[in-house]
């Protein structure tokens, strides 16, 4: 059974950075694209970024292009969203997601398997 653990949500101020990692256990690292989405209250979960397993190919929400990061450790077991100049609509549940076959923006019927969430809040 895979199992995806986010750390390194929390509480910033406008324009401040918070740095997300997603750690991969468990199960067979088959996926081919890993990627983060979120969810704010009462609002439906979307995507946020994605990265294929090479770490070659990435795809960015227009809300977050030039300020959110994607990266990976080059392999499939982590990878993580560097997140600069945070705006208060940035405020949300954010999950690590992994898809076996989808690439690109993903929907979130492409995803395999979710983490279980951290929580971040952009202040003013």
């Known amino acids: 059974q895979v199992l995806l653990v986010e750390t390194g949500g929390g509480l910033v101020q406008a324009g401040g950075s918070l740095r997300l990692s997603c750690a991969a256990s468990g199960g067979t690292f088959s996926w081919y694209t890993m990627a983060w989405f979120r969810q704010a209250p009462a609002k439906e979960r979307e995507f946020v970024a994605a990265?294929?397993?090479?770490?070659?190919?990435?795809w960015y929400a227009d809300s977050v292009k030039g300020r959110f990061t994607i990266s990976t450790n080059n392999g499939r077991n982590t990878w993580y969203l560097q997140m600069d100049s945070l705006k208060i609509e940035d405020t949300a549940v954010y999950y690590c997601?992994?898809?076996?076959?989808?690439?690109?923006?993903?929907?979130?019927?492409?995803?395999?398997?979710w983490g279980q969430g951290t929580q971040v809040t952009v202040s003013s």
């Open positions: 997601a992994v898809a076996r076959v989808g690439t690109g923006v993903l929907r979130t019927s492409a995803v395999d398997y």
């Open positions: 990265i294929n397993w090479s770490g070659i190919g990435t």
